[in-house]
């Protein structure tokens, strides 16, 4: 069709010109095709409005094609569609105060209602390869801790009460200021240390490093220091597939990896009968059985959305001990998601010098809508997930992944069953891929300074060591304000970054201090 439109814009204008040569003030005639047909105006209409898409997500500026938009955004959401079921698992079944709990089922439709509204929000806002879901630092806290006092209603009112606080936060500009006070080399190793966080979590994931049960050493190879698993054995194989085309440079390297992977586990289950781990099993597969599904669709009961209780926990355990979960909740929410915004923002290389990026006001909004949102249907906070590395790999760089991302969420409510093909060991792989392309960052830090040296190396050791990437900002902030102000260097630390600094000693210190306000 373009080329039809071409060659009649050229006849038009040869015929316009012979015909009013004489007169230029008359207007040229209207193109016609090769058979003289006047062509429409409209006919341009498809490149106009591709034209003001492609503007609006600046998919030519940035780079990137429309191809390469979609393949990250499915990736984004294969490396993702684990949480659909892994959250259920955390949130169902925990009794609360009063003996209640969530349905599985239901947990599962809210978890992908507010993972695919949020992601494809944000791709419209902030039009950045984010991908929003249910954090799993915070649904874990909530399980573990939370509801031993409180009922699910009033933990997920703190949940809303924390997101407001954080979209308060977000749009006076006081977050923005934070997130600049913030020394460059910091916000480096905070990229550096989400790049060994999620490689870790793939390790994990997919047995390849396992606990030992004991306090030395904490973790060891596979099972009994043998990698003789067929889910382990897949994720090598997933591995190598992913690794050997990155290195060739074969675009759709991880989505290729994950579907030839994802055949090969079903039909070494096919064979095997490997069956589920479920804590029983160490040679079963870690949270997906890969196989064929039995049906494909299923309707979602969103009976949870609005399930919440704003102020009951205030009355229940007390306005000082309600704040004070509210006070870890923001901490875990605020810079959780200020380190994954910084690192994603880097690896798609859409990152200033200073560690900003395009609308960042708007992204950290939204992020605190996340929390509002995912506290409204008791899918637990909704933030930025560090698997959005995945699509970002691929090439994604715009706020389209993001809705390809969220759309596929929103379906999958529908196609639970499919979500379940995946195994989790094959996903795996292509976060360990996704933190080695994030780790490299590492060479823009200046490290001949000791006292930048030992703050970016606690930043990035802390966050995998204790499964927390607030955990390695707060070592990071910590130490850079303590010893870079003993090294005659505190004129150049921000007050805010002060500030946060103390804010995160009483983070860590929160045990004490609600164990001594539960003897006031």
């Known amino acids: 069709m373009r080329v039809l439109r071409q060659v009649g814009v050229g006849i038009g204008w040869c015929c316009a010109t012979r015909a009013y040569s004489t007169d230029l003030s008359l207007r040229r005639a209207p193109p016609t095709d090769p058979t003289g047909v006047t062509i429409s105006a409209t006919t341009s209409a498809p490149t106009r409005t591709t034209g003001r898409f492609d503007r609006f997500f600046e998919i030519t500026a940035r780079g990137t094609t429309w191809g390469t938009e979609v393949r990250g955004g499915v990736l984004t959401f294969v490396t993702m569609a684990y949480i659909v079921i892994l959250n259920p698992l955390i949130l169902g079944g925990t009794k609360d105060v009063l003996g209640h709990t969530l349905g599985t089922s239901q947990v599962a439709a809210v978890t992908a209602l507010s993972a695919g509204v949020m992601t494809v929000l944000f791709g419209l806002v902030a039009r950045l390869p984010f991908a929003f879901a249910a954090g799993l630092g915070i649904n874990s806290f909530l399980a573990v801790n939370v509801v031993k006092i409180l009922s699910w209603q009033e933990a997920m009112g703190l949940v809303v009460i924390n997101g407001i606080i954080i979209v308060l936060l977000s749009a006076t500009g006081l977050r923005k200021l934070i997130f600049n006070a913030v020394p460059a080399p910091l916000k480096t190793a905070i990229t550096v240390g989400i790049g060994l966080f999620i490689a870790f979590i793939g390790l994990v994931d997919s047995g390849f490093v396992r606990t030992t049960g004991f306090s030395s050493p904490p973790v060891q190879l596979g099972d ?148 509002i949102v995912g506290g409204g249907t008791s899918s637990s906070s909704n933030t930025v997930f560090i698997e959005s590395a995945s699509g970002i790999g691929e090439g994604a760089k715009t706020g389209f992944a993001s809705v390809v991302t969220g759309a596929l969420f929103l379906l999958a409510m529908f196609f639970t069953p499919l979500t379940q093909v995946v195994p989790l060991e094959v996903a795996a792989a292509a976060l360990v891929i996704v933190g080695a392309l994030m780790v490299v960052q590492i060479r823009h830090i200046d490290l001949s300074e000791f006292s930048v040296v030992l703050p970016v190396f606690l930043t990035i050791i802390v966050m995998p060591l204790t499964y927390s990437i607030a955990n390695g900002i707060g070592a990071g902030f910590i130490s850079w304000v303590v010893i870079r102000s003993l090294a005659g260097k505190g004129r150049q630390i921000s007050p805010l970054l002060w500030v946060v600094a103390i804010g995160f000693l009483v983070y860590f210190a929160r045990g004490p201090i609600e164990g001594l306000l539960g003897h006031m």
């Open 224 to 371: 009994a220091g043998s990698i003789a698993t067929l889910p382990t054995i897949t994720f090598l194989i997933a591995l190598a597939i992913m690794g050997v085309l990155m290195a060739r440079k074969v675009k759709g390297a991880l989505l290729i990896g994950i579907v030839a992977a994802t055949v090969v586990a079903i039909i070494a289950e096919a064979i095997w009968h490997v069956g589920p781990s479920m804590g029983k099993n160490p040679a079963g597969w870690n949270l997906t059985v890969p196989q064929l599904p039995t049906s494909l669709v299923s309707l979602p009961d969103l009976s949870l959305v609005g399930h919440v209780d704003l102020f009951g926990a205030f009355g229940r355990i007390g306005a000082l001990a309600a704040t004070m979960l509210i006070f870890t909740l923001v901490f875990t929410n605020f810079f959780d998601a200020m380190g994954s915004m910084t690192g994603l923002a880097r690896s798609a290389g859409l990152a200033n010098e200073d560690g900003t990026f395009p609308r960042l006001q708007s992204a950290l909004i939204v992020e605190g809508v996340g929390a």
